[in-house]
């Protein structure tokens, strides 16, 4: 496989990047700044990549993502996903590599929780990014299926990697997705969704 040279040195400046399948577009933006959420349309590109840089909560809370069928009127999509992590403390301490039976879904309309086992919290070291992957989610035949890993910082300055992979149950089309705190607003922070054909 070639190697592909971005002839743009700014990172930031991309807004397109050659992939095995096609380009991979940079659709849309958002920078929270005391947001109660943010919200994206989605298309018809087969997969969507979202970037969170530096998401940083008003309160102590947990970054969570939903998805609807009826052009964000309702975020209700019928979920069942898996979840494990691995933390670590400054000091090497507190260590662990474990399923979390509480951040997993089981057929839920709920919200899906990004940030397992401990909340982010409020202090400016506080703050998470990470990748999602969204796929195909304007299928009318089969489920959409998502794989998402975010390394976030705790309430207790645990660092912590959480892997998340799960499937909407539905054959409509996906038409949004919105991200949230469980609880507050998201301070600030920037969410990138790039399009893949």
């Known amino acids: ?20 399948l096609g380009d991979m577009v940079l659709v849309s933006s ?12 989605l ?4 997969e969507y990549q979202f970037y969170f840089v530096n998401i940083h909560p008003s309160t102590q809370s947990d970054f969570t993502f939903n998805m609807s069928t009826d052009n964000g009127s309702n975020y209700n999509v019928t979920k069942t996903s898996t979840v494990f992590r691995a933390y670590n403390n400054p000091n090497d301490g507190v260590t662990s590599l474990a399923y979390d039976t509480g951040a997993d879904l089981a057929q839920s309309t ?18 998470l990014s990470g990748k999602l992957c969204l796929f195909n989610p304007s299928s009318t035949t089969y489920v959409k299926h998502y794989i998402s890993n975010i390394n976030y910082i705790d309430y207790e300055n645990i660092t912590l990697n959480c892997f ?14 919105r ?12 969410i990138l969704m790039f399009g893949i054909n």
Not at 30 to 41: D, K, L, N, P
Not at 43 to 46: A, D, E, F, T
Not at 164 to 177: F, K
Request: hydrophobic share 35%; net charge negative.
């Open 1 to 20: 496989m070639a190697l592909t040279k971005l002839n743009n040195k700014a990172v930031a400046n991309v807004t397109s990047i050659p992939v095995a």
């Open 43 to 46: 298309g018809n590109y087969k």
């Open 110 to 127: 709920g919200e899906q929780i990004t940030t397992s086992a401990s909340d982010l919290g409020t202090d400016n070291i506080d703050n």
């Open 30 to 41: 958002a920078t929270a700044s005391s947001s109660a959420s943010i919200e994206f349309s």
């Open 179 to 190: 991200f949230k705190m469980s609880s507050g607003n998201i301070d600030a922070g920037k």
């Open 164 to 177: 998340i992979s799960g499937y909407c149950n539905t054959t409509s089309a996906l038409t949004n997705i």
